[in-house]
């Protein structure tokens, strides 16, 4: 069964800073795209980032680019994002997700197999 359990989501001034966590199990992790969707309250669900399996490539939304910081530990099967500079338009649920057909580049949610159950951001003005 696979499990990918979000942490470290929270209130937030605007400026500030706050580091998102993925914790996965029941997969293979050393072969699975990693990444982060959002959906803010009226919003769809957009993509944020993504790590490939290597670790060596990573991508971003245009709205997050040179703020967010995706990495990961393969050793601790566990995936982050360091968001710096958070925006009011930040606020969303943050889903952690994972594709384990090592494609990376698809930025369609459909292109994921698994889903966290999601953290609340909320960065206020």
């Known amino acids: 069964q696979v499990r990918l359990v979000e942490s470290g989501g929270g209130l937030v001034q605007a400026g500030g800073s706050l580091r998102l966590s993925c914790a996965a199990s029941?997969?293979?992790?050393?072969?699975?795209?990693m990444g982060w969707f959002r959906q803010g309250p009226g919003k769809e669900r957009e993509f944020v980032a993504a790590?490939?399996?290597?670790?060596?490539?990573?991508d971003y939304s245009d709205s997050v680019r040179g703020r967010f910081t995706i990495s990961r530990d393969d050793a601790k099967n566990t995936m982050s994002v360091q968001m710096n500079s958070l925006k009011p338009e930040d606020t969303a649920v943050y889903y952690c997700?994972?594709?384990?057909?090592?494609?990376?580049?698809?930025?369609?949610?459909?292109?994921?197999?698994?889903w966290g159950q999601g953290t609340q951001v909320t960065v206020s003005s």
């Open positions: 997700v994972a594709d384990i057909s090592r494609h990376f580049g698809d930025r369609h949610p459909d292109s994921f197999d698994y």
């Open positions: 790590i490939s399996w290597s670790g060596r490539t990573t």
């Open positions: 029941g997969l293979t992790f050393t072969t699975a795209t």
